[in-house]
């Protein structure tokens, strides 16, 4: 009987330690699932690219026009534009939905870009329009790209340019005491190859042609090979200050300006070759001054090759 009375009261007493430890279980049990669902919120955005009106070279800036969208749960974006500013953002839609909320705007202003000219006149540049939240840092706020209905319109174009690669992606960018979630999303420019040939390469080939065509003058000429180098020297300048009056001030070479260089050079190649010509000429050394112009001339194609390994692969490297 005694021992029936132990086994009761032990029974009793882990019965009471259950019923005080269950509910204190509970609740570490309740914290540890919130902890784990705890983290940013993340909102979906979607960019809808209607026109990109101006492209202004010389200033890096970009008009454009393009709808944004924003699919949230709990945390309304409250959204700040970086390298430039709209002139208008207009409010097109806003929802409060079952699953998540909508918001919609249309955005049109001046960003600015960040263009790079050293493949100049081959030049491609990634045009972006870049946002944070104001607000919340990326622990409490991630964006994330909505592919599948983000785009560009069909039938957008850029006067001068040809359009490519539409990109959407978020990136963590890092400042000194946090980090922010910035979505970024934007197309690549670049040139037509043909109209570059035609309209960038083929008058200063031609201007370097009517140059070279001196060696087949008679060395007993020179005067007229001297003014024809020293002419289409010139033309080659301006031609070459003109090509870049459309570009904006820059701290290095551009590959127009390396093919430059190996132009100029070879027009100080033909015009030092003419005037040793002239020396020997003048000298009464007809026959010397003519195997010289031709060794000279069939050196051509090799100085041709050096000078553009040297001006437009080396140079271009270190630049």
């Known amino acids: 009987m ?127 329009v870049e946002l944070e939240d104001k607000e919340r840092n990326a622990s409490e706020l991630v964006f994330e790209p909505d592919e599948e209905e983000s785009g560009i319109d069909p039938k957008l174009e850029i006067i001068g340019w040809d359009v490519k690669g539409f990109k959407l992606y978020e990136e963590r960018h890092a400042y ?41 003058i008679s060395v007993k000429n020179f005067g007229l090979r001297v003014s024809i180098c020293v002419m289409t020297l010139m033309s080659a300048v301006v031609y070459h200050l003109a090509a870049l009056g459309a570009l904006p001030p820059l701290g290095y070479l551009t590959l127009f300006d390396r093919i430059m260089l190996v132009i100029y050079t070879l027009f100080l190649y033909n015009l030092a070759v003419s005037v040793q010509a002239m020396r020997l000429v003048e000298a009464g050394k007809v026959k010397l001054a003519e195997k010289f112009e031709t060794r000279m001339q069939n050196l051509l194609p090799a100085v041709v090759i050096a000078l553009s390994l040297i001006y437009i692969a080396l140079l271009g490297f270190v630049t």
Do not use: M
């Open 2 to 128: 005694v021992n029936r009375l132990k086994v009761g009261k032990l029974l009793a007493v882990i019965l009471l330690a259950s019923a005080l430890c269950i509910p204190a279980l509970s609740v570490q049990l309740a914290k540890a699932s919130s902890s784990e669902q705890e983290g940013p919120s993340r909102v979906k955005v979607g960019v809808w690219l209607n026109s990109i009106e101006k492209v202004d070279v010389p200033a890096g800036t970009f008009t454009v026009d393009f709808y944004l969208w924003f699919k949230y749960h709990d945390v309304k974006p409250n959204i700040e534009f970086l390298k430039g500013s709209p002139s208008t953002i207009d409010l097109i839609t806003e929802e409060e939905r079952p699953l998540e909320n909508y918001l919609e705007y249309r955005v049109k202003g001046v960003f600015i870009g960040s263009l790079d000219f050293r493949g100049f006149p081959f030049d491609e540049h990634f045009l972006t």
């Open 176 to 216: 000194p005491d946090e980090n922010y979630s910035r979505f970024i999303f934007g197309v690549t420019i670049y040139r037509s190859k043909i109209s570059v040939a035609f309209k960038n390469l083929l008058p200063i080939i031609v201007i370097t042609l009517i140059s070279l065509l001196t060696f087949s």
